[in-house]
Structures are given as C-alpha cells and as structure tokens.
C-alpha cells in the first residue's frame, strides 16, 4: 500500500513495482478536494489497484514517544505540519463523490465499530480496514481482532459477507497472528512495524527475510491445525472467549529464565603481574 506521506514520491514506488505486483494507494484526503481528486485520478491512471481512504485521522495523535526522543523532535513536529492538510470534516456523504471520481474499489482504513462496518456495507463501499492505526491515535481505542471477532458473526447474520471484504491490522507479528484473523474471516492482514524495523535493520535483505518467516510459520501453523489450504480456515478452529477480557497477559518467554542454557559469563583471572 502506497501512502500519501511517503519518504519517496508516489511515482517512484509505482516505478519500482515488479511484474503482476498489485499496488493500492493509502489516501489521506485533501481539504483541498481538487488536490485529492488529482491524487486519486492519477494512482488510478498509473494502475493502482485500490484506493484505501484513512478515516481515523482527522488529526493526529499525541505521539509522546516520538515527541520525546530528543533527536526525533524535529521529526514528530514535521509530521504534524506535514499532515495539517488532512480534512477534518471528512465524512460518509463524501462517499458519492469518491465514487464519482474514481473506478477504483473503495476501502475504508481505520473502522472501529461494527456498527461503521455495516453502514460501510450499505453505502456500497468494497472494503473495510479495521485497525486503530497501529495504536498510534486514540488511547483505549479497541483492537482491531476484537473489533473483527465481533464484526463477522453480524455481517454473516445479515447476509453481508460477500457485499465487503474485511481487512485488518495491528499487532500482528507473527503468523499465528495471521491465521487467527482469516480464520475469523478477514481477508488479509495489514503488516506496519515488522516490515519498518526489517528494513532499517537490515535494509531489503531483512524484509525479505520478515518475509521468508511468515511464510514458513504460516505453512507450519496452516499444517499443525491440519488446513492445506486457507479457505478451509474458519472460526471453528480458535478460541475467543478471553479475547475480550484484556485479564489475559502476553506469554513471557522464559528461555532467558535459566529453563535451558544459563548465560555462561567467562572466569575472570587475575594476571599473576597484577598487584590488584
Ligand atoms: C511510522 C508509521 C507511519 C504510519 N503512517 C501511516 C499513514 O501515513 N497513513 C495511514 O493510514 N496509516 C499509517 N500508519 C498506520 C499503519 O498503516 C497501520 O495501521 C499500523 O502500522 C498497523 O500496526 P502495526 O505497525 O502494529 O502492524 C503508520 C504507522 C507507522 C508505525
């Protein structure tokens, strides 16, 4: 997905797509809608696939991580000025008019409520994205796989299923992650971070690799629940019933708690010139 507030412009990614690869374009709107339209109509002319409008991001949060790390001061106030174009009052009525603009399937990025979800259904949008940005806007908002657990048992209830497709993101970091959300009936996963710290750890080598090992984890997984192909994952195959209840804590991983090999720290020996 080809965001509005990339650090290389959005010919540039277009130009780097290699042979079938589908590109969707992220769309922060315009208050200035004659710019939005021309962002629009031209990711649409250089073939992009999809057009993912965010709808949770009428301003952007306090992010006070970014704010205080000294050397990325800049960095967060840059962000908010970059991002001061964003309309605030954008809204469904506006829905119409992507349409009248665009062929494009229409995605709404950043729905946090069953209740949007069908509403998105009716107003005839293709898609949705249930996130909450990866966290980075409202404190509290839920996430997103509780919003999904809650979301396809309604759409199925009013034979909605098939009118959208359901995506989501946030938190998934593993592949395990990945089936829990098409076994309850997204249609694919949004990755962020995973791929940001592949790539400036280790450059196009470490995406590759990120890459590589969800590929392999979600081979095993799909393998050990005895699925061998995804359509075969469904709800029947998870367990839901704490996802709700926030008591449940994230896993600690006890190797560093001496269960296999204790951190061998060398003898230190005391040179026989020393007078120490
Ligand atoms: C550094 C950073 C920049 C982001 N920029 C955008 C953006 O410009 N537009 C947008 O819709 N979402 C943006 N997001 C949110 C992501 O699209 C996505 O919802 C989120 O990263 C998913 O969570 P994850 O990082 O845990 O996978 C950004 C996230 C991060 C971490």
Known sequence: MIPTLASCSFDEIVDAARGAQVQWLQLYVNADRAITERIVRHAEARGCKGLFITVDAPQLGRREKDMRTGRRRHVAGAARAISSFIDPSLAWADIPWFRSITSMPIVLKGVQRVEDVVKAAECGVQGVVLSNHGGRQLDFARSAVEVLAET???LRSMGLEHKLEVYVDGGVRRATDILKALCLGAKGVGIGRPF????SAYGFDGVDRAMQLLRDELEMGMRLIGCTSVDQLNPSLIDTRNLGSHI????????GHKV????ATPAWKTPKSSKL
């Open 248 to 255: 449940t804590g994230v896993p600690v991983d006890s190797l």
């Open 196 to 199: 940001l710290y592949a790539m």
């Open 152 to 154: 396809m048992p309604v």
């Open 260 to 263: 296999y090999d204790a951190l």
